[in-house]
């Protein structure tokens, strides 16, 4: 007879997977026959296993085959239409589906970190070791799809830390070996409302004053912060790391107030707005919250905190320039009763960004031009073109572009309502068409 808590862990597991889209179920399904008909054991791993639980929809489906993990790929990708990648020092391949499901398939392995914050040294290995060698007891949680029986393993109590709402990693060098880390902890903490626990702070506190971010490349941290901003809500995760000591470790200057804060809300709502009305090509999201927290810094400090950041060169310049042309804007716009054709000027020449920024800083008058711009002068232009000046007799050369822009100024004014409006204003100020 089969012991009952097994048994009840499997009903458990079969009520977990059923939460799975149909489509996912499937590729499940066929993950399991594979996995028989191979003799090799596969298991359902890591973030979708928790957003399972926690049910969330997790858009791609993470497999670990313990043996050869890129045979098994192969096999699963045969369906046609599949196209995979494969990474044979890492044992890993990515598949994307006919229909674009995604599915990552990985071989069981061990890590060993030779340094702190280096790239780790992976060999073959167990579930466990698999299981061991991840960040945090909430996703190192697996669910048996081959052999048959279907089990959660659950081997560092994640499930009761997801329960307790816990983040902890698996052992005290954790954080030491890939600080990382300490970004994903911030991360799930915010979008899964946890806290970090009191051994993890005291571990978290001790790496910091060991200065092991200074440690990461500056691409490895970039991609951090990013994925920090790419969240659907940065602002939580930032207040997690500055409350951890983690923005004062990376630059002492970089301290994020509440109005930094209420911005990237109002940065967020702005960019919804935008995208909705499809008006311009919105920038990415991650660019303006960024813009946000260097600007919540002193000027002078900017570009010291933007490297500390992990950027550099070309994308730090650029982001300089764009707060100091958000500086005149922002003193220009502010003015108010701007001419329509000035304020045409001015936001026709500010990136995306900076409109978005520009919306979301907070003054009522900055707002509204904005807002005036976007629904009213934007997308005004004038009925004639630069064939119809050719028409007309004009002689082509740089004239027709002042022209043009007398007529969109004109236009934006409303004194030209019309074609015929147009024409006449020509008539009488450049003599043509006779
Ligand atoms: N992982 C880890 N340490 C890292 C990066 C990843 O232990 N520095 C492990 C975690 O177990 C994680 C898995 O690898 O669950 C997959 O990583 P990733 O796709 O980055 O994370 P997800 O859990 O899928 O989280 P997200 O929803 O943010 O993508």
Do not use: C
């Given at each position: 007879?089969r012991?009952p808590?097994?048994?009840r862990?499997?009903?458990?597991?079969?009520?977990?997977?059923?939460?799975?889209?149909?489509?996912?179920?499937?590729?499940i399904?066929?993950?399991r026959?594979l996995?028989n008909?191979?003799?090799?054991?596969v298991?359902?791993?890591?973030?979708p296993?928790?957003?399972?639980?926690?049910r969330?929809?997790s858009a791609?489906?993470?497999l670990?085959?313990?043996?050869?993990?890129i045979?098994?790929a192969?096999?699963l990708?045969?369906?046609?239409?599949?196209?995979a990648?494969?990474?044979?020092?890492?044992?890993?391949?990515?598949?994307?589906?006919?229909?674009g499901?995604?599915?990552?398939?990985?071989?069981?392995?061990r890590?060993?970190?030779?340094?702190p914050a280096?790239l780790?040294?992976?060999?073959?290995?167990?579930?466990?070791?698999d299981?061991?060698?991840?960040?945090?007891?909430?996703?190192?949680?697996?669910?048996?799809?081959?052999?048959?029986?279907?089990?959660?393993l659950d081997?560092?109590?994640?499930?009761?830390?997801?329960?307790?709402?816990?983040?902890?990693?698996?052992h005290?060098?954790?954080?030491?070996?890939?600080?990382t880390?300490?970004?994903r902890?911030?991360?799930?903490?915010?979008?899964?409302?946890?806290?970090?626990?009191?051994?993890?702070?005291?571990?978290?506190?001790?790496?910091?004053?060991?200065k092991?971010l200074?440690r990461?490349?500056?691409?490895r941290?970039?991609?951090?912060?990013k994925?920090v901003f790419?969240e659907?809500?940065?602002?939580?995760?930032?207040?997690?790391l500055?409350?951890?000591?983690?923005?004062?470790?990376?630059?002492?200057?970089?301290?994020?107030?509440?109005?930094?804060f209420a911005q990237?809300r109002?940065?967020?709502?702005a960019?919804?707005?935008?995208?909705?009305?499809?008006?311009?090509?919105?920038p990415?999201l991650?660019?303006?919250?960024?813009?946000v927290?260097?600007?919540?810094?002193p000027a002078?400090v900017r570009r010291?905190?933007?490297?500390?950041?992990g950027?550099?060169?070309p994308?730090?310049?650029?982001?300089m320039?764009?707060?100091?042309?958000?500086?005149?804007?922002?003193e220009?716009?502010?003015?108010?009763?701007l001419?329509?054709?000035?304020?045409?000027?001015?936001?026709?020449?500010?990136?995306a960004?900076?409109?978005i920024?520009?919306?979301a800083?907070?003054?009522?008058?900055?707002?509204?031009?904005?807002?005036?711009?976007?629904?009213?002068?934007?997308?005004?232009?004038?009925?004639?073109?630069?064939?119809?000046?050719?028409?007309?007799g004009?002689p082509?050369?740089?004239?027709?572009?002042?022209?043009?822009?007398r007529l969109?100024e004109?236009?934006?004014?409303?004194?030209?309502?019309?074609r015929?409006?147009e024409?006449?204003?020509l008539?009488?100020?450049?003599?043509?068409?006779?």
């Amino acid at each position: 007879m089969r012991h009952p808590t097994r048994k009840r862990r499997q009903v458990l597991v079969q009520k977990l997977l059923g939460r799975l889209p149909h489509r996912q179920q499937e590729l499940i399904g066929a993950a399991r026959v594979l996995g028989n008909r191979r003799r090799v054991s596969v298991y359902l791993v890591g973030g979708p296993v928790r957003d399972l639980i926690l049910r969330r929809a997790s858009a791609d489906l993470d497999l670990t085959v313990v043996g050869d993990g890129i045979a098994y790929a192969k096999a699963l990708a045969a369906e046609p239409g599949t196209r995979a990648t494969i990474h044979p020092r890492f044992g890993t391949a990515a598949l994307i589906l006919r229909d674009g499901l995604r599915l990552d398939v990985a071989t069981a392995r061990r890590e060993r970190y030779v340094h702190p914050a280096a790239l780790p040294q992976v060999f073959p290995g167990t579930i466990r070791d698999d299981l061991f060698r991840r960040d945090f007891t909430i996703n190192a949680m697996a669910v048996r799809v081959a052999p048959k029986g279907e089990e959660l393993l659950d081997l560092f109590g994640g499930l009761t830390d997801l329960k307790r709402g816990f983040l902890r990693v698996l052992h005290d060098e954790s954080y030491r070996d890939d600080p990382t880390r300490i970004f994903r902890g911030s991360r799930y903490a915010a979008r899964y409302r946890l806290r970090f626990s009191p051994r993890d702070r005291r571990l978290i506190r001790n790496v910091l004053a060991e200065k092991v971010l200074q440690r990461l490349s500056r691409e490895r941290l970039f991609r951090e912060v990013k994925r920090v901003f790419d969240e659907a809500t940065p602002e939580a995760a930032l207040r997690i790391l500055q409350d951890r000591g983690v923005l004062k470790a990376l630059d002492p200057a970089l301290v994020v107030d509440q109005g930094a804060f209420a911005q990237m809300r109002s940065v967020r709502r702005a960019w919804q707005r935008y995208n909705r009305r499809g008006i311009s090509s919105t920038p990415p999201l991650w660019r303006v919250y960024l813009l946000v927290l260097l600007r919540s810094v002193p000027a002078r400090v900017r570009r010291r905190v933007g490297e500390h950041l992990g950027l550099k060169g070309p994308p730090l310049d650029a982001l300089m320039t764009e707060l100091r042309d958000f500086a005149f804007l922002q003193e220009q716009l502010e003015e108010g009763s701007l001419r329509a054709s000035r304020l045409r000027y001015l936001l026709d020449r500010a990136s995306a960004d900076l409109r978005i920024l520009l919306w979301a800083s907070g003054a009522r008058r900055v707002r509204h031009s904005v807002e005036r711009y976007l629904t009213r002068l934007a997308s005004v232009r004038p009925a004639l073109t630069g064939q119809d000046l050719k028409k007309f007799g004009f002689p082509p050369g740089p004239t027709y572009r002042r022209i043009l822009d007398r007529l969109l100024e004109g236009r934006m004014e409303g004194r030209l309502k019309s074609r015929e409006d147009e024409v006449a204003f020509l008539r009488r100020h450049f003599g043509r068409p006779r």
